[in-house]
């Protein structure tokens, strides 16, 4: 099985910045994909950011040129990088990870429980 693991959340100042982490672990022989999502209270689950294997990334329009994912592969673990943070980006952020068990498996994909992002003065 995999375990995904999110962390880094927490209380910002508009502008501000943070960095959350999305750490897989268990049976993992590759992983093929990381994206993010959020879901502010009320509203349907949002696409964020991914990046491919091949290090193709693609970011939702709120957030271009102020979050960045990048994903270190000998760690099995995926960052998101926010900057420029704003009240409007609060939600819960949740990762999913898109991996291979074990050679020629099928590719799942696998959901962490999220990390708390607060924006507020």
């Known amino acids: 099985q995999v375990q995904v693991v999110e962390s880094g959340g927490g209380l910002v100042q508009p502008g501000g910045s943070l960095r959350l982490s999305c750490e897989a672990s268990g049976r993992i022989y590759s992983i093929n994909g990381l994206t993010w999502y959020r879901q502010s209270p009320g509203q349907q689950r949002e696409w964020v950011a991914a990046r491919t294997s091949g290090g193709a990334t693609n970011y939702a329009d709120s957030v271009k040129g102020r979050f960045s994912i990048s994903v270190d592969n000998a760690k099995n673990t995926g960052y998101l990088q926010m900057n420029s943070l704003q009240p409007e980006d609060t939600a819960v952020y949740y990762c999913?990870?898109?991996?291979?068990?074990?050679?020629?498996?099928?590719?799942?994909?696998?959901w962490g429980q999220g990390t708390q992002v607060t924006v507020s003065s």
């Open positions: 999913k990870v898109f991996a291979r068990t074990v050679a020629a498996g099928p590719r799942r994909d696998y």
